[in-house]
């Protein structure tokens, strides 16, 4: 017996579906990895290196200004809450430099706090992207996937489908002292 709601509703799902992230773009990526904690620096270190990329690792700010002035990394992973100064302080330090010399390090905050305004807070301060402690090593991947194709093109093109309709969204990052501005447009 056939079931006409089911036989009926075939089609994909309404729903935005994520768009397929090539993790080959992270071959040879230069990532740098801050964090106080040992343990997540190993983590970090071990994921990446298995797709290929270079990873450095600072377990605090001061070493990793240092180390971003001298081997100029493609990404920044960083631990928001750190002994001495914190993430806050070691994006707001880039970002401030950025305004002054130019150039673009994408940057993506991790953090074990989970408090109702964290991610506006970590975006307002110049992050892109935030992520939870204990996080999802795929979800990590795409989202360092994504801040690689920022730091390469100028506008990132990323295509969902809604109802079976693909729908192009176009970002493009602009700074405007020191704060992230974020264009979207949507094109059918």
């Known amino acids: 017996m056939s079931n006409k709601f089911c036989d009926s509703h075939t089609q994909k799902s309404t729903l935005l579906t994520t768009p397929q992230v090539d993790f080959s773009s992270l071959g040879n990526l230069r990532i740098l990895v801050v964090d106080d904690n040992i343990d997540c620096l190993y983590l970090l270190t071990v994921i990446f290196e298995d797709y290929e990329a270079q990873v450095k690792t600072c377990r605090s700010v001061d070493e990793a200004i240092e180390a971003i002035e001298e081997w100029k990394p493609d990404v920044l992973i960083s631990d928001i809450c750190m002994e001495g100064k914190d993430g806050y302080s070691l994006i707001r330090s880039i ?71 693909p729908v192009i969204e176009n970002y493009k990052k602009v700074l405007i002292n020191t704060k992230t501005i974020v264009d979207c447009h949507c094109i059918n």
């Open 95 to 165: 970002r401030l430099k950025e305004a002054l010399n130019g150039g673009f390090l994408p940057a993506l905050a991790l953090t074990g706090y989970a408090y109702p305004l964290i991610r506006t807070k970590a975006l307002d301060a110049g992050f892109q992207q935030l992520l939870l402690k204990p996080f999802d090593t795929d979800q990590l991947l795409v989202e360092v996937a994504k801040l690689t194709q920022l730091r390469y093109s100028p506008t990132n093109k990323q295509t969902f489908f809604i109802n079976s309709v």
